[in-house]
């Protein structure tokens, strides 16, 4: 099959492409990428294939190479009444999203090579989108004995992470740490002191106070953070830091850049949009981990990402049933779902606000992302697999959760005017969604 995408704005930072190019894929990868201008000039071949194809007019829209959420929750096994491989796949697909990375903590806990397996397996029978699975570090995740990483790296497995809490055997993490760098894998931190954060809901401060609830500090953060950049840099791990939510923290990303240290670092869409001040009430819309923070950690955050201390947006799509989301914040588990709406929170809250460049955009959201897992993909270019994500950049729209793919509809943000829409997703050259 060939598709032919005529009239776009292309943005590929990794072939320093940006501007007015047709692109014809075939079958699952890209055949060509000609300048507008120059595709009048196409010889009898060319004018043939095109002729032959399905084509998409992307007058007014953006290309790009499709997004890779470094950090997603399927729940499946164990918890698929709140999420699936295949309904996390769509939904991610209606995002823009053409890969994404799934969190460990299912149950069983994703630990060994048959679990990866099975992960791909599954995927490859139900999901519209690649599937990267990432391992635990230890087995459950319970924090007492290391995994297969070797196993697991070999099944598949992009990473591992603990994620959902920190290992806090630091001489077990490091022997962990130590295995993922001879596999060649990253090892992704979800930063948390377990003997700090007690019984925690929501960011400590004046808004917890008012909501008389119980308050998660920075230190919670801070501390396994610089624990975490040490440790990397003593074994030589590649080290990424997932949803980064204090000023410290990205304090201590750019400290470790400027040492060369091998650490990225991601940080959500729900985090350098809101702060705990933004919490109407008891909500569990607005409960995740790590909390929404104040004002001026958010600030932070934004300055991080504009300055390219921070590499990556991630999600953490993170769905839960309604029933346990109309909970009290002491009673509702922690996250919201956010692969449906992360472009176009990107795009409404730092794109048209000034603070990324487009390409700056694309980059945090494919070309990073692809870099740290070491894959072959973030680029439009003749004989790269057909990734590509076409979006109007200039669609106004209100979230409605009610038409999410993904089974979990708990968010903050719905009923929110933005900016931006996805309207086409190719994966592996074909089109697993489309806005009709």
């Known amino acids: 099959m060939l598709i032919y995408i005529k009239n776009g704005y292309v943005i590929d930072p990794a072939s320093n492409h940006e501007g007015y190019f047709d692109i014809l894929i075939e079958k699952d990868k890209i055949k060509w990428v000609k300048e507008h201008s120059a595709a009048e000039a196409l010889n009898d071949n060319q004018k043939e294939e095109v002729v032959a194809a399905q084509i998409i007019d992307a007058n007014g829209m953006y290309v790009m190479p499709g997004f890779i959420d470094l950090h997603v929750h399927l729940r499946e096994p164990g918890f698929e009444h709140k999420e699936s491989i295949r309904t996390g796949a769509l939904a991610a697909a209606a995002g823009g999203f053409t890969s994404i990375c799934p969190m460990p903590n299912t149950k069983p806990a994703t ?5 990866i397996e099975l992960i791909l397996r599954k995927a490859s029978e139900e999901a519209v989108v690649h599937i ?39 001489a077990l993490y490091v022997q962990g740490m130590k295995l993922a760098q001879e596999a060649g894998i990253p090892v992704f931190a979800h930063c948390e002191d377990k003997s700090l954060v007690g019984n925690g809901v929501i960011n400590e401060g004046p808004k917890a106070k ?20 040490l440790l990397a840099k003593e074994t030589g ?6 949803h980064c939510s204090t000023k410290d923290s990205v304090k201590m990303v750019a400290l470790a850049k400027q040492e060369d240290l091998p650490v990225t670092g991601e940080v959500c869409p729900h985090h350098f949009i809101l702060s705990d001040e933004d919490i109407p009430s008891d909500d569990s819309n607005y409960k995740m981990n ?3 923070r104040s004002k001026e950690d958010v600030k932070a955050l934004i300055e991080a990402l504009k300055n ?61 992302p692809a870099k740290i897992l070491g894959i072959d993909k973030g680029c439009i270019g003749a004989g790269k697999i057909a990734d590509l994500v076409i979006a109007d950049p200039q669609a106004e729209y209100v979230i409605d959760k009610n038409s999410f793919y993904s089974k979990g509809k708990n968010t903050p943000f719905h009923g929110k005017k933005v900016v931006g829409r996805i309207e086409y997703t190719i994966v592996a050259g074909k089109i697993v969604y489309h806005r009709e």
């Open 111 to 115: 630990d060994d090579a048959e679990k």
């Open 210 to 229: 008012e909501l008389k609830l119980p308050g998660i500090s920075n230190a919670v953060e801070d501390i396994i953070t610089a624990r975490d950049i």
């Open 132 to 170: 990267l699975p990432i391992g635990a570090v230890t087995l459950g995740q319970s924090g007492e004995q290391l995994t297969d990483v070797t196993g697991m790296a070999n099944a598949g497995a992009v990473a591992i992470s603990e994620d959902g809490k920190s290992v806090m055997d630091t």
């Open 290 to 292: 790590p909390p929404l």
């Open 237 to 242: 791990v590649r080290l990424h830091l997932c």
């Open 308 to 368: 390219d201390v921070i590499d990556v947006i991630a999600t953490d799509h993170a769905p839960h049933s309604q029933e346990e989301k109309a909970k009290s914040m002491t009673e509702a588990p922690f996250g919201i779902v956010g692969s449906e709406t992360a472009f176009a929170l990107t795009m409404t809250q730092l794109v048209n606000t000034g603070y990324l460049t487009p390409k700056q955009m694309v980059e945090k959201l494919s070309v990073n």
